[in-house]
């Protein structure tokens, strides 16, 4: 399944994605148990949704990771999808931290001027 293909409700199913994004951990106090909650963005070549990772489920993934997310929960909050695991859904790292490639940096050749210097130094030496 891709996520582009996610509608609201359960995803049966399994999509498999990179972790493009991890945001800053939130703490919550509620009906008297304190939680935590971060929000990860997953992407796939078909689009991202936002992944909502609870307590445990935080430390174990980080950006750059291959994850497969098996029977999920999609949910939509002001008109986004998410998507987490629910009751019965699991995330399982397929790879870890798979980096996003590198812009290429692109060799310029030297300017007139140094290459005047070079020959002129090279007479002399």
């Known amino acids: 399944m891709l996520i582009n293909e996610l509608q609201p409700g359960p995803a049966n199913g399994e999509i ?3 972790v493009s994004e991890k945001s800053s951990i939130r703490e919550f106090d509620k009906f008297g148990k304190k939680g935590r909650v971060c929000n990860a963005i997953l992407e796939d070549g078909s689009g991202s949704i936002t992944l909502t990772l609870w307590n445990d489920e935080i430390e174990s993934l980080n950006v750059g990771d291959k994850v497969k997310l098996s029977n999920g929960w999609v ?8 998507i987490s ?20 940096k692109e060799e310029l050749p030297p300017a007139e001027e140094d290459v005047e210097f ?8």
């Open 118 to 125: 070079i020959k002129e130094e090279e007479k002399v030496g």
């Open 85 to 104: 695991t629910g009751k019965f859904g699991q995330i399982e790292i397929l790879e870890k931290g798979i980096p996003k490639p590198q812009p290429v």
């Open 75 to 82: 949910s939509e909050f002001r008109g986004e999808k998410q």
């Open 16 to 18: 498999t994605a990179i």
